[in-house]
């Protein structure tokens, strides 16, 4: 596994006035995890984006603060809404004798036999899956070949990924990451005759309705 090295120091400014540290090409940061004490940090702004923009999110960082290293992964990135400007980013500290759960991203390999011959159209379900494994385990990414996507309606699931043993799958097996559909022309000519065969009583529509109403799933997030 490939190192990577990102220096910080500890930082002492804090709220607002971490908005000098920006002027002066730094950017601030922390360091979190169970079992450890939060550790605000600066980091050089440049450094910073060299190494985001070479590496995926499921790779792991090796912050040397003041003369200490933490073993991380990056959990978070702010930017600025107008600029882009990377404005702060969270770093959780992780045990390589603990596994941990995180997202891998999803990378798409391959030509689509459907889409080469049959004007097929590549519809993306998923961008990453979730697993469980040590960190040292943690794939740089997921690669999904779809070379074996042949005919219109072929797709692939999250139960086809293969990945080393070690490394557990948590998503659900049957989502779909990835399927191909027919032409543009063919889709609308598919929902023409829907809109003039189709009629359901109301009552289904209703009770359709109520029960996807009654779903819901929310999730929390602490802001340092």
């Known amino acids: 596994m490939e190192e990577h090295i990102l220096s910080a120091s500890k930082r002492e400014v804090l709220g607002k006035h971490v908005k000098n540290l920006r002027n002066e090409g730094m950017v601030p940061g ?7 004490s939060t550790i605000p940090i600066t980091l050089n702004i440049r450094e910073v984006q060299k190494l985001l923009s070479t590496i995926s999110s499921s790779q792991l960082i090796n912050l040397a603060v003041d003369g200490k290293n933490h073993t991380t992964l990056v959990r978070d990135k702010q930017f600025h809404p107008v600029s882009g400007m990377l404005l702060h980013i969270d770093f959780l500290e992780v045990s390589m004798s603990e596994k941990l759960k995180t997202d891998v991203g999803i990378s798409i390999h391959g030509e689509a ?22 960190p040292q385990d943690l794939p740089e990414r997921v690669v999904v070949d779809i070379s074996t996507l042949e005919e219109i309606g072929d797709g692939i699931f999250v139960r086809d990924i293969i990945l080393p043993p070690e490394v557990d799958v ?3 097996l049957d989502e ?13 000519e598919i929902e023409e ?11 289904i529509e209703k009770g359709k309705r109520e029960e996807e109403e009654g779903e819901s799933d929310t999730s929390e997030r602490e802001e340092e």
């Open 30 to 36: 922390v360091i979190y995890g169970r079992g450890v």
């Open 113 to 134: 036999p459907a889409v080469k011959n049959m004007n097929g159209i590549l519809v993306t379900g998923l961008e990453a899956i979730q697993v469980e494994c040590l």
């Open 170 to 172: 948590l998503s659900d």
């Open 176 to 188: 779909l990451v990835i399927v191909v559909t027919a032409p543009a022309a063919e889709e609308e």
């Open 193 to 203: 005759e829907v809109e003039i065969t189709e009629e359901e009583p109301e009552v």
